[in-house]
């Protein structure tokens, strides 16, 4: 199965996942991230954050 490709770069998710604590989990080489180590919580926390963000940059700026 392919994956989708995502809307949100690699190296943003992973510089949230610092924010979160978590980053140490996910491997990174040669610009390629598995995030096969991190929990499906964690995974929504980074959605939750990317999302959270989002909306404060629309409230700044609408």
């Known amino acids: 199965m392919s994956r989708r490709q995502s809307i949100v770069s ?29 929990t499906t919580r964690e995974a929504g926390l980074i959605v939750r954050t990317l999302i959270k963000k989002a909306e404060e940059l629309l409230t700044r700026n609408g």
């Open 10 to 38: 690699d190296p943003v998710k992973y510089e949230i996942a610092k924010e979160l604590g978590f980053a140490d989990r996910i491997q990174v080489q040669n610009g390629s991230y598995d995030y096969g180590n991190i």
